[in-house]
C-alpha cells in the first residue's frame, strides 16, 4: 500500500519497475556493443532530474509502451534457432542413414532409401505382433537361415527346400515349400507381386506379408499366437 493521496508517484515507481524488466529482456537478445550504448543512455537519463509533473508521468507511460513492444524479436530469433537445429539435424539423421552399416535391406527398397515417416505410416492399423513381424521383415533382421548365419546362430544360410539362402526375398515369394500359403495369403488378391520390395513398401502388401510369416509359423517367437490370429483389429 502506498502513501494515501500519492497514487500518482506509486504508479511511475510501477511503471519504472516494468520498464526495467522489459529492457532487460530486450538487451538479453543484442549484442555487447548494443548493450553497452543503452547503459550508456540510461545513465544519461538518469542523471537528468526527473519530471515529477503530469507531462513527466505521461512520457514515463509512453517509454514503458516503446520498450515492451520490441519483445517480438526476441520471439523471432527463438523461431529460427528452432528451425537451424531441425535442418540441422535432419541432415545429421540423412547422413548416418547413408552410412549406417545397419539397414542396408531397408535401403534397398526405394520407399526408404532416405528417412522419413513413410516407415511408420505403413504399421498404422497393425496389431502388436504383426508391427513386429513386419519390421523384422523389412530390416532383415529376422530368424532366418540368412541372419541366423550370419550371427553364427545356424550352421548354414541354405533354405530346408534346397533352392538358395533362406532370405526375406526367398521366403515371400520364391520357396515352394509356402506355395499353397503365400496364394491363399500374399497372393488372395491382386496384383501379384513378386518383388520383394514392393511388398514391404506397400501399406496392403505389408499387411499380407505380415499375415503369411506369421501363419507359416517359420519364426519360433509367434508360434505362441492363435492360429485364429489376424494381423490386423
Given at each position: 500500500?502506498g502513501?494515501?493521496?500519492n497514487?500518482?508517484?506509486?504508479?511511475?515507481a510501477?511503471d519504472?519497475?516494468?520498464?526495467?524488466?522489459?529492457?532487460?529482456?530486450?538487451?538479453?537478445?543484442?549484442?555487447?556493443?548494443?548493450l553497452?550504448?543503452?547503459?550508456?543512455?540510461?545513465?544519461?537519463?538518469?542523471?537528468?532530474?526527473?519530471?515529477?509533473g503530469?507531462?513527466?508521468?505521461?512520457?514515463?507511460?509512453?517509454?514503458?509502451?516503446?520498450?515492451?513492444?520490441?519483445a517480438?524479436?526476441?520471439q523471432?530469433?527463438?523461431?529460427?534457432?528452432?528451425?537451424?537445429?531441425?535442418?540441422?539435424?535432419?541432415?545429421e539423421?540423412?547422413?548416418?542413414?547413408?552410412?549406417?552399416?545397419?539397414?542396408?535391406?531397408?535401403?534397398?527398397?526405394?520407399?526408404?532409401?532416405?528417412?522419413?515417416k513413410?516407415?511408420?505410416?505403413?504399421?498404422?492399423?497393425?496389431?502388436?505382433?504383426?508391427?513386429?513381424?513386419?519390421?523384422?521383415?523389412?530390416?532383415?533382421?529376422v530368424?532366418?537361415?540368412?541372419?541366423?548365419?550370419?550371427?553364427?546362430?545356424?550352421?548354414?544360410n541354405q533354405?530346408h527346400?534346397g533352392?538358395?539362402?533362406?532370405?526375406?526375398?526367398?521366403?515371400?515369394t520364391?520357396c515352394?515349400?509356402?506355395?499353397?500359403?503365400?496364394?491363399?495369403?500374399?497372393?488372395?488378391?491382386?496384383?501379384?507381386?513378386?518383388?520383394?520390395?514392393?511388398?514391404l513398401?506397400?501399406?496392403?502388401?505389408?499387411?499380407?506379408?505380415?499375415?503369411?510369416?506369421?501363419?507359416?509359423?517359420?519364426?519360433?517367437?509367434?508360434?505362441?499366437?492363435?492360429?485364429?490370429?489376424k494381423?490386423?483389429?
Amino acid at each position: 500500500m502506498g502513501v494515501p493521496g500519492n497514487e500518482a508517484a506509486d504508479q511511475a515507481a510501477k511503471d519504472a519497475a516494468l520498464l526495467a524488466s522489459h529492457h532487460y529482456r530486450i538487451l538479453e537478445a543484442q549484442d555487447p556493443s548494443q548493450l553497452a550504448q543503452r547503459h550508456r543512455q540510461r545513465r544519461d537519463q538518469n542523471q537528468a532530474p526527473p519530471n515529477t509533473g503530469p507531462e513527466g508521468l505521461a512520457e514515463s507511460r509512453q517509454r514503458v509502451g516503446r520498450q515492451a513492444m520490441p519483445a517480438r524479436p526476441l520471439q523471432t530469433l527463438t523461431a529460427n534457432c528452432r528451425q537451424q537445429l531441425q535442418t540441422l539435424y535432419q541432415s545429421e539423421w540423412v547422413q548416418q542413414w547413408a552410412a549406417n552399416p545397419h539397414g542396408s535391406l531397408l535401403r534397398k527398397i526405394p520407399t526408404f532409401a532416405s528417412p522419413g515417416k513413410k516407415l511408420l505410416e505403413l504399421h498404422i492399423g497393425l496389431r502388436r505382433a504383426a508391427s513386429s513381424a513386419a519390421i523384422q521383415l523389412q530390416t532383415g533382421k529376422v530368424a532366418l537361415g540368412e541372419y541366423l548365419a550370419s550371427i553364427s546362430a545356424a550352421e548354414t544360410n541354405q533354405c530346408h527346400c534346397g533352392l538358395g539362402v533362406q532370405d526375406v526375398d526367398h521366403i515371400l515369394t520364391k520357396c515352394p515349400i509356402y506355395r499353397d500359403e503365400r496364394r491363399e495369403t500374399l497372393w488372395v488378391a491382386p496384383p501379384r507381386e513378386t518383388d520383394y520390395r514392393r511388398i514391404l513398401s506397400q501399406a496392403p502388401l505389408l499387411k499380407r506379408a505380415a499375415q503369411f510369416i506369421l501363419n507359416i509359423r517359420i519364426l519360433g517367437q509367434f508360434r505362441c499366437l492363435p492360429v485364429t490370429y489376424k494381423v490386423t483389429y
